[in-house]
């Protein structure tokens, strides 16, 4: 008995299966990519900020709906850009520390995200163009989108406010998540996107 379990064939090891998603994907987004998003966060702070300013403040209102424009255009065409990078160019895998569900909210929140980016601003350039008053950036005389209706501004203007307060809370939750994986899980999440490097809690 001995000698016959001494000359059995070894059992092989069964190697770890890795997750698909993750096999032969990038570890951090392009550069590009990278610079994209940050520059955005940027413009979209901004621009909830100024619209903050803008329900706020008669005085400035002028002065801001005049930053405000340009902007929010600005971020419709990143946004536009940022989608075909996006789908051009394969996402690092997610943390393992983060569970079927919380990547599935992940990517959910990636999506109204992008949705909102785009819409928002495709809202407020038919809010204008129903207005009926001039459209010009930087010099250029944007096209209307929409036409000349009062009730047509009503409705749009009130669209845009909800889809502005939804784009803050969005982007809220967003950085909040983003705080409690640097800061608290220490998986990585943030070096996927961030321009330096970032350390990894070990174990």
């Known amino acids: 008995m001995t000698d016959a379990a001494a000359g059995a064939p070894a059992v092989p090891e069964v190697p770890v299966p890795q997750d698909p998603a993750a096999a032969g994907a990038p570890e951090r987004f392009t550069l590009f990519s990278r610079w994209l998003h940050w520059v955005m966060a940027v413009l979209v702070v901004a621009m909830l ?3 903050a300013g803008m329900v706020a403040s008669l005085a400035d209102y002028r002065f801001l709906v005049s930053v405000h424009k340009p902007l929010g255009m600005a971020v419709l065409l990143l946004a536009v850009i940022r989608l075909v990078n996006r789908f051009t160019h394969r996402a690092p895998p997610h943390p393992r520390s983060m569970g079927r569900g919380e990547r599935r909210a992940a990517l959910a929140s990636e999506c109204l995200m992008y949705g909102l980016m785009v819409s928002q601003p495709l809202v407020g350039w038919a809010m204008v163009s129903a207005s009926d008053t001039p459209f010009v950036v930087a010099g250029v005389h944007i096209p209307p989108i929409a ?7 009503s409705g749009l203007h009130e669209t845009h ?9 969005l982007f809220t939750l967003h950085m909040l998540a983003v705080l409690v994986h640097a800061l608290v899980l220490r998986d990585g999440l943030l070096g996927r996107m961030a321009l330096w490097r970032t350390s990894r809690k070990s174990g």
Not at 147 to 153: I, V, W
Not at 161 to 168: E, M, S, T
């Open 161 to 169: 406010l909800v889809l502005g307060y939804a784009l803050f809370i």
């Open 147 to 153: 036409p000349a209706d009062p009730s047509l501004y």
């Open 49 to 51: 900020f100024i619209g």
